[in-house]
C-alpha cells in the first residue's frame, strides 16, 4: 500500500531542521503536485511541468517519488540507504541536505516535513500521484462484484492511468517492489476487463484486451484462449483460426497435445468445422 492516509501535522519545517509554525492560512497555500511514474518520470506544479533543468538533479526527482510512494514519516538514515546505498556517510549526508534543498524549492518551501531525524510530504499540501490513485482504482474494481456494471468503467479508468512500467529509468531497488507490482496488477485489469466486455456481448473492446495481453506475453495461452473464444462468439471463425494457428506456431514443441492445450480446446467446443481446420 502506498499513499494512504492523511497524518494531521502543524510544524512545517525548513531547509535544515524545524522552523516556527506558519499560520493556517498560509500553510494551505501548498500548490497542487501531480506525480507521473507509469511509463514516465515527471512532476507537474499546477499547470507547470517541471523540467530537468529546474530539478538540477535526478535524485531531487526521485527523493520527491520516494517520498510520495511511502506517505509517512521515514527516517533520514532510511532515505539514504534507499538512494546513495554505496556512498560513505559524510558524502551521503551532503548529498541528502542538497536534494531536500532542490526538492523544497522546486515543488514548494514547504512540501516536505524534517524534523527529528524524520522526513514526509506535507500531509497538507495537495499531492496526486498516478500509481497509488491506479492501485485505488484497483482495489475498488477487486471490491466489486462480477456482474457488477460499474466494474467496467472502474477498470478501465484504471487501465487509462497505466502508460508503461514504474519509474522504468530509476535503478535503486527500492523501486523494485513497486515496479512488479504494477506489472502484475496492469496484467489484472486487462484480463479482468477482457471477461467483462465478454460477457456483455462487446468482443470487439475484449479482442483489443487480448491483443495487449498477448503482447506483453506472447507464450501465456490464455490470452489467446479468451481471443479464439471473442472471435467465434463475434462470429469471425477465420479470426479464431488465425489465432489458433499464431498461438501453435508460437508455442513450438513446447504446446500440450490438443486434449490438454486450453486454446485448442476453446477453438474445438467454439467453431463449428474445427476438427477439419485441425486435421
Given at each position: 500500500?502506498?499513499?494512504?492516509?492523511?497524518?494531521?501535522?502543524?510544524?512545517?519545517?525548513?531547509?535544515?531542521?524545524?522552523?516556527?509554525?506558519?499560520?493556517?492560512?498560509?500553510?494551505?497555500?501548498?500548490?497542487?503536485?501531480?506525480?507521473?511514474?507509469?511509463?514516465?518520470?515527471?512532476?507537474?506544479?499546477?499547470?507547470?511541468?517541471?523540467?530537468?533543468?529546474?530539478?538540477?538533479?535526478?535524485?531531487?526527482?526521485?527523493?520527491?517519488?520516494?517520498?510520495?510512494?511511502?506517505?509517512?514519516?521515514?527516517?533520514?538514515?532510511?532515505?539514504?540507504?534507499?538512494?546513495?546505498?554505496?556512498?560513505?556517510?559524510?558524502?551521503?549526508?551532503?548529498?541528502?541536505?542538497?536534494?531536500?534543498?532542490?526538492?523544497?524549492?522546486?515543488?514548494?518551501?514547504?512540501?516536505?516535513?524534517?524534523?527529528?531525524?524524520?522526513?514526509?510530504?506535507?500531509?497538507?499540501?495537495?499531492?496526486?500521484?498516478?500509481?497509488?490513485?491506479?492501485?485505488?482504482?484497483?482495489?475498488?474494481?477487486?471490491?466489486?462484484?462480477?456482474?457488477?456494471?460499474?466494474?467496467?468503467?472502474?477498470?478501465?479508468?484504471?487501465l487509462d492511468l497505466y502508460k508503461?512500467?514504474?519509474?522504468?529509468?530509476?535503478?535503486?531497488?527500492?523501486?523494485?517492489?513497486?515496479?512488479?507490482?504494477?506489472?502484475?496488477?496492469?496484467?489484472?485489469?486487462?484480463?479482468?476487463?477482457?471477461?467483462?466486455?465478454?460477457?456483455?456481448?462487446?468482443h470487439r473492446r475484449a479482442l483489443?484486451?487480448?491483443?495487449?495481453?498477448?503482447?506483453?506475453?506472447?507464450?501465456?495461452?490464455?490470452?489467446?484462449?479468451?481471443?479464439?473464444?471473442?472471435?467465434?462468439?463475434?462470429?469471425?471463425?477465420?479470426?479464431?483460426?488465425?489465432?489458433?494457428?499464431?498461438?501453435?506456431?508460437?508455442?513450438?514443441?513446447?504446446?500440450?497435445?490438443?486434449?490438454?492445450?486450453?486454446?485448442?480446446?476453446?477453438?474445438?467446443?467454439?467453431?463449428?468445422?474445427?476438427?477439419?481446420?485441425?486435421?
Amino acid at each position: 500500500q502506498w499513499v494512504k492516509d492523511r497524518i494531521s501535522i502543524s510544524r512545517p519545517v525548513g531547509r535544515d531542521g524545524p522552523r516556527r509554525a506558519q499560520p493556517a492560512a498560509e500553510t494551505k497555500r501548498l500548490l497542487r503536485v501531480y506525480a507521473f511514474s507509469l511509463g514516465d518520470f515527471r512532476v507537474q506544479r499546477e499547470a507547470h511541468a517541471i523540467t530537468d533543468a529546474e530539478w538540477q538533479s535526478v535524485r531531487a526527482k526521485e527523493m520527491m517519488f520516494y517520498l510520495i510512494c511511502h506517505n509517512k514519516w521515514v527516517r533520514k538514515e532510511t532515505l539514504i540507504d534507499a538512494l546513495w546505498p554505496e556512498l560513505p556517510p559524510g558524502r551521503a549526508n551532503s548529498l541528502f541536505r542538497t536534494t531536500l534543498y532542490r526538492l523544497r524549492k522546486v515543488v514548494h518551501p514547504e512540501a516536505v516535513l524534517f524534523e527529528a531525524g524524520r522526513l514526509r510530504l506535507n500531509p497538507l499540501g495537495r499531492f496526486w500521484h498516478d500509481a497509488s490513485d491506479f492501485e485505488r482504482l484497483m482495489d475498488e474494481a477487486a471490491k466489486l462484484p462480477n456482474d457488477s456494471l460499474d466494474k467496467g468503467p472502474v477498470l478501465e479508468r484504471a487501465l487509462d492511468l497505466y502508460k508503461g512500467p514504474f519509474l522504468e529509468d530509476v535503478y535503486s531497488e527500492w523501486a523494485d517492489p513497486i515496479r512488479t507490482r504494477c506489472d502484475v496488477l496492469y496484467h489484472k485489469a486487462l484480463l479482468e476487463s477482457v471477461k467483462f466486455f465478454l460477457d456483455r456481448g462487446n468482443h470487439r473492446r475484449a479482442l483489443e484486451m487480448c491483443d495487449t495481453l498477448i503482447q506483453l506475453d506472447d507464450s501465456d495461452e490464455e490470452p489467446y484462449a479468451l481471443a479464439v473464444k471473442c472471435s467465434a462468439l463475434a462470429g469471425d471463425h477465420e479470426l479464431a483460426t488465425r489465432y489458433l494457428l499464431r498461438y501453435e506456431a508460437k508455442a513450438g514443441d513446447t504446446v500440450a497435445t490438443p486434449q490438454s492445450n486450453m486454446v485448442a480446446r476453446t477453438y474445438r467446443t467454439l467453431v463449428s468445422g474445427s476438427k477439419s481446420a485441425l486435421a
